[in-house]
């Protein structure tokens, strides 16, 4: 947790523009000692709170942003496994409640979906022990997290739903010349060793990004950010002229 909150510490540093010069005058600190301390992670609660006054934030909002970097896995049991394996639909709502905090009025108004059909969502969601729905229809998640572990047997059916959508919007973007910033295709000849190499690249990058994503929705609001959707693919011996995609 100590390095989380180191980092998140820097993050709030180049959000309020401040650097380490101007920070260690702040608190009456050399910048040296300043940058000494950063390094080695190491001060009392009093001076933390003192940095957190001088940058403007207190500690429990560092400590929220700090806690947004530590990885948290939801692993499905069978019964909610199950359940996502019967209606993928739930399983990207479920996935839009972890990250809206419960909020299904935001969910349902983001994506203009039936609220009749969402609440019978979140009753199901609420059988197998994901949420608890209480009076009013409020929602309280049993898992605050973002990240689920599934089965690859699930994996494979919510990802082609999600692969077959994403393709065909971005296609259409593409035609519209909207939104699609940036396209690559390529082929490398590689050795597995350097196979394996290039997809360990992959998931370090999007973990990196992933890990930025969720402080830089806590310091700055979604509302401010570029919301980003990816996806990427390695397919061995592919060759584009022996498939036609067609809308």
């Known amino acids: 947790m100590r390095n989380d909150v180191f980092v998140a510490l820097k993050d709030v540093m180049k959000v309020r ?19 000494k301390l950063m390094a080695g992670q190491d001060c009392s609660v009093s001076k933390l709170d003192q940095i957190c006054d001088a940058l403007n934030i207190n500690l429990g909002e560092l400590f929220s942003i700090a806690q947004q970097s530590k990885d948290s896995v939801l692993k499905l049991d069978d019964k909610q496994e199950a359940l996502f394996l019967k209606e993928p639909i739930i399983y990207h709502f479920f996935t839009e ?4 905090d419960g909020d299904w009025k935001a969910v349902i108004n983001k994506h203009r979906l039936d609220k009749n059909e969402s609440l019978s969502m979140l009753r199901s969601l609420d059988k197998v022990n994901l ?33 077959r959508y994403f393709f065909e919007y971005a296609q259409e973007q ?25 997809l360990k690249a992959l998931d370090d990058l999007q ?19 570029e919301n980003i959707t990816f996806m990427s693919y390695l397919a061995t011996d592919f060759r584009a002229t022996d498939y036609v995609f067609t809308k």
Do not use: P, W
């Not at 519209?176 to 394996?196: A, D, H, I, P, W």
């Open 17 to 35: 523009k401040v650097n380490y010069k101007d920070l260690a005058a702040r608190i009456d600190m050399s910048e040296s000692g300043l940058k």
């Open 97 to 100: 409640l972890l990250s809206s």
């Open 131 to 163: 949420i608890e729905l209480g009076e009013n229809d409020r929602v309280k998640l049993l898992f605050k997290g973002s990240d689920i572990n599934i089965s690859s047997k699930l994996g494979a059916l919510v990802s082609f739903n999600i692969d």
């Open 174 to 198: 593409f035609k519209l010349e909207q939104k699609t910033s940036r396209g690559s295709r390529g082929s490398f000849y590689l050795k597995k060793e350097s196979v394996t190499d290039y």
């Open 207 to 225: 973990l990196e990004f992933a890990k930025r994503s969720k402080r830089e929705e806590l310091l700055y609001g979604s509302e401010k950010l």
